[in-house]
């Protein structure tokens, strides 16, 4: 989405809460709500990061709870949306209602549903709009 005002919080907020287990390398969020398919069992949305890119200032992720200073609406990904600039739109996961944190890094539902979708989906550089 083009010229969006989004606003939140970024990831390390969390971590000021929060204190990962040791080796939790990843952090899956959950999105609200069960999906009519269920490719290889996963009955809801799902995304994965490395922990350590969720961190990076450079990927500027961000845990959206406004867009365009105006609470989030549903249609827009509310009560909770990541915002992964620099990804593909399918790893902006709308309906965040749980994070966990993992060992290892899973596979998403878009994913799990067509191998097309890789788990790892960062925008080619000539398309970005702002370089990081």
Known sequence: MGDVNWGGFRFHEILK????????????????????DKPKGQGHYIESYPFKELIDPQKEFLLAL????????????GPLRL????????KSIKY??????????????????????????????NRLRKKP
Do not use: C, S
Request: aromatic share 12%; hydrophobic share 40%; no cysteine.
């Open 17 to 36: 809460r929060v204190k990962p287990q040791a080796g939790a390398d990843y952090v899956v969020f959950h999105a609200l709500g069960e999906t009519e």
């Open 96 to 125: 965040v209602t749980r994070l966990e944190f993992a060992k290892e890094q899973k596979a998403g539902w878009w994913t799990l549903a067509n191998p097309v979708y890789p788990v790892n989906a960062p925008v080619p550089r």
């Open 66 to 77: 406004d867009m365009d200073e105006k609470p989030l609406i549903h249609d827009r990904g």
């Open 83 to 90: 915002v992964a600039p620099y990804d593909l739109g399918y």
